[in-house]
C-alpha cells in the first residue's frame, strides 16, 4: 500500500505563493493535485505524467501553478504563485498504480494524502 504524505499548506495573502510536496512510500505513475473547498466537490487541480515529461492544469490555474516531480524522491511539487482567495481549499495529493499520462480524472487515481490547507486571504 503506497503512502502519500503531504506538506506546504498554509495561509498567505492573495498575490503570494506557496510550494505544496507531496512524498510517495512506494512505487507511483502518474501523479496529481486536487482540491476541495468548503461546500463543493473535489475538483481538478494539476497532473504530471509517470516521466515528468507531460502536465495537464485546470484553466482555472494555468499561468499561476506549475507541477514537477522529483522521481529519484517519489515527490511531487506544487508550485503556487499569484494565490487568489478563490484558491483557498484543501489540497490532495494523488498518485495512480496504472496509468502513466497525466490524467485529468480522479476516478484514475488509487492513491490519496490526506489533504492541507491553502488558506489565500484578501
Known amino acids: 500500500q503506497v503512502q502519500l504524505v503531504e506538506s506546504g499548506g498554509g495561509l498567505v495573502q492573495a498575490g503570494g505563493s506557496l510550494k505544496l510536496s507531496c512524498a510517495a512510500s512506494?512505487?507511483?505513475?502518474?501523479m496529481a493535485w486536487f482540491r476541495q473547498a468548503p461546500g463543493k466537490e473535489r475538483e481538478f487541480v494539476a497532473a504530471?505524467?509517470?516521466?515528468?515529461?507531460?502536465?495537464n492544469y485546470a484553466d482555472s490555474v494555468k499561468g499561476r501553478f506549475t507541477i514537477s516531480r522529483d522521481s529519484a524522491e517519489n515527490t511531487v511539487y506544487l508550485q503556487m504563485n499569484s494565490l487568489k482567495p478563490e484558491d483557498t481549499a484543501v489540497y490532495y495529493c494523488?498518485?495512480?498504480?496504472?496509468?502513466?499520462?497525466?490524467?485529468?480524472?480522479?476516478?484514475?487515481?488509487?492513491?490519496w494524502g490526506q489533504g492541507t490547507q491553502v488558506t489565500a486571504s484578501s
Open positions: 494523488a498518485a495512480s498504480r496504472n496509468y502513466q499520462g497525466a490524467n485529468t480524472h480522479r476516478s484514475l487515481y488509487n492513491y
Open positions: 512506494g512505487c507511483t505513475y502518474a
Open positions: 504530471i505524467s509517470w516521466s515528468g515529461d507531460n502536465t
